[in-house]
């Protein structure tokens, strides 16, 4: 019922920056969180950030000072800036949208986003 369409992914060297979007393909009328996840190969899915419906925001230690989720409400996305990125930061992004809609609460998944961190 609603796409996340996600943008930003790449390869980029190490200590370099990367914005991640994440659109909704409808109207949120209001947000319950909207977050970013991440999983590398052979590892399970993990919480990378998140942002709550009072804005305020949660980061996984291994993020916390380089990587800054934000939401354009205006435009239904989520945003991931990453900054001084390492190659441990290599992974599939997916962003997760828990929100309401005209059609009632509803919680999706992106189709995911490939970051690489090499040089």
């Known amino acids: 019922q609603v796409q996340l369409v996600e943008s930003g992914g790449g390869l980029v060297q190490p200590g370099g920056s990367r914005r991640l979007s994440c659109a909704a393909s409808?109207?949120?009328?209001?947000?319950?969180?909207m977050g970013w996840y991440r999983q590398a190969p052979g590892k399970q899915r993990e919480l990378v950030a998140t942002?709550?419906?009072?804005?305020?925001?949660n980061y996984a230690d291994a993020v916390k000072g380089r990587f800054t989720i934000s939401r354009d409400n205006a435009k239904n996305t989520v945003y991931l800036q990453m900054n001084s990125l390492k190659p441990e930061d290599t992974a599939v992004y997916y962003c997760?949208?828990?929100?309401?809609?005209?059609?009632?609460?509803?919680?999706?998944w992106g189709q995911g986003t490939q970051v690489t961190v090499s040089s």
């Open positions: 997760n949208v828990d929100a309401y809609y005209y059609f009632g609460r509803y919680n999706a």
């Open positions: 409808k109207t949120i009328y209001s947000i319950y969180t």
């Open positions: 942002i709550f419906s009072s804005g305020s925001t």
